[in-house]
Structure formats: structure tokens, C-alpha cells
């Protein structure tokens, strides 16, 4: 046999030998992948849902409160609005409330048609203008949001969207909340591994699912003359903080 024929062949044989290791080791993982997969197969797990929920007393209060002006041309109405809106805020900053706590929600201006022609001939006549300029203030001493409304009313302002109430520590509460919902998730997955006969100890997986959190709106319908009368009274109320987790024991 020639020396190219030795070659060659000797290659054909590393070749053969090479295939055939793949399909062993091809072999060996088709078996191992079918017999992790009886192995899950045979895992049996628990699904629950666990809530819980927190109480809590607001600690800030949020005022939506501001000026509406109306007048014949648009640099009258601008210039007015934001006399007495700098009276108003003048007046809150009075009572201690900080800069970065007020912040402007709405300035919208828009034309007055002339709504007393019933036939319609000058329906589409501008006769003046409006403008609302609108400020939310939030107060972190609530105590004084009452005090604050009046005096803003006192100062001019006019148009008042009502107070809502808010947690400053609103993570602290979830956190407690979360709590809560895993020590249900564990109350019901242990009434139904004891109803079955089985064992469960730590979860094999937890997941958090919602969070829910809604300020409380206080929509005060009294008349501006009311308010300015006298410090408003302010009832705040209790905020609910709750929390939602999905929980597998495997048994």
C-alpha cells in the first residue's frame, strides 16, 4: 500500500471514530434530556394567591385650587390672573408651605362666543376671554390644609378642585402589605397540602403580582364665601395599601 493510501485511510478511520462518538454523546443527551423530563414530570406543586392589605393614615394633603379670570382682550385677563394668583400663592407660602410643593396643574385660556342671539347671527362673535390657572399644593403638615384653603380663597382664588390625601412612607406600608400577602398565600397552600396528605415546606417560586394604592379625594362643594370665612375643616380619613403575590410549593 502506498504511503498516500495509509494516509488516506488512516483518516477515514478518525472520521468513522469522530461520528461515532456524536452519536453516542447525541445518544447519552437525548437520554438525560428524556429522563429530566420524567423527572419534572413527576413533580407536583401547589399554586396559591396570596393578598394582604394595610391601613393607614394619610400624612399629606393635596390642594387643587386656582384662578379663574374672564375679561374683554387677552393681555387684560393675563395680566389680572397673575396679580391675584401671585396674592394666592403669596398667602400659602405665608403659612410655611415650600416652593417645590406647588406646582402648576392647568393654564388654559380660551374665547367667550356671545351666547344671547337665539337666532344664531352672531353665534361665533367673541366677546371676551377666560382664563383658568390652576395650582396643586401639597401639604405636608395636614393639619394645616385647611388653613391653607381658606387663605388661598381669602387671596382670590376662586376655583377649588377639592383635597386629596397621600402616604409620605407609602413603600413602608406596601412592604407590610407584601408581608401580609405571603403569610395568606402559606395559610392556603397549607389547607390544601394538609386536605391532599402531603408536606410543604419553602416555595419553589414567588412572584409579586400588583400593587394597589389610591389616595382618598375629598371634593369640597363649598362655596368660596365658606371657605374664606373661616379655617375649613378637614376630615382625612384612612388609606388602604394592598398587595398580591402568586406562590408554588413543590411536594
Do not use: H
Amino acid at each position: 500500500m502506498s504511503l498516500s493510501s495509509k494516509i488516506i485511510t488512516k483518516a477515514l478511520s478518525i472520521l468513522v471514530l469522530s461520528v461515532t462518538a456524536l452519536g453516542v454523546s447525541g445518544a447519552l443527551t437525548i437520554k438525560q434530556a428524556k429522563a429530566a423530563s420524567l423527572e419534572n414530570a413527576n413533580i407536583k406543586t401547589i399554586e396559591v394567591t396570596g393578598t394582604g392589605s394595610i391601613k393607614a393614615v394619610p400624612d399629606i394633603a393635596v390642594l387643587n385650587i386656582g384662578v379663574m379670570t374672564k375679561g374683554v382682550d387677552t393681555i387684560s385677563v393675563q395680566d389680572n390672573n397673575t396679580k391675584t394668583m401671585n396674592k394666592v400663592l403669596e398667602a400659602v407660602k405665608a403659612l410655611g408651605i415650600d416652593e417645590k410643593d406647588i406646582r402648576t396643574v392647568q393654564y388654559n385660556m380660551y374665547p367667550d362666543y356671545d351666547q344671547s342671539d337665539t337666532k344664531g347671527e352672531n353665534g361665533n362673535k367673541i366677546i371676551g376671554y377666560t382664563l383658568n390657572n390652576m395650582v396643586e399644593i401639597k401639604v405636608r403638615d395636614i393639619n394645616k390644609a385647611g388653613q391653607v384653603l381658606s387663605a388661598a380663597v381669602n387671596a382670590g382664588a376662586n376655583i377649588n378642585n377639592g383635597i386629596s390625601f397621600s402616604l409620605s412612607n407609602v413603600d413602608d406600608y406596601y412592604n407590610q402589605a407584601l408581608e401580609k400577602a405571603m403569610l395568606n398565600a402559606k395559610t392556603k397552600a397549607d389547607t390544601l397540602a394538609k386536605s391532599i396528605g402531603v408536606n410543604i415546606s419553602v416555595p419553589s417560586k414567588v412572584v409579586e403580582n400588583s400593587y394597589s394604592y389610591s389616595p382618598i379625594s375629598n371634593y369640597n362643594s363649598m362655596r368660596n364665601a365658606d371657605m374664606a370665612a373661616a379655617e375649613v375643616a378637614v376630615s382625612q380619613g384612612e388609606l388602604e395599601v394592598t398587595a398580591s403575590v402568586s406562590v408554588i410549593y413543590a411536594y
